[in-house]
């Protein structure tokens, strides 16, 4: 079985970035 050799291999598990929600400053008009 010439597949079973390629599973051992670890898979990288990709790390879910949180987005930063940004508060949006209110500029006052003069």
């Known amino acids: ?5 390629k599973k ?6 990709k790390k ?3 987005k930063k929600k940004k508060k ?3 500029k006052k008009k003069k």
Do not use: L, R, T, W
């Not at 079985?1 to 050799?5: D, F, I, L, P, Y």
């Open 1 to 5: 079985m010439k597949g079973a050799g």
């Open 8 to 13: 051992k291999k670890k898979k990288k598990k």
């Open 16 to 18: 879910k970035k949180k």
């Open 24 to 26: 949006k400053k209110k």
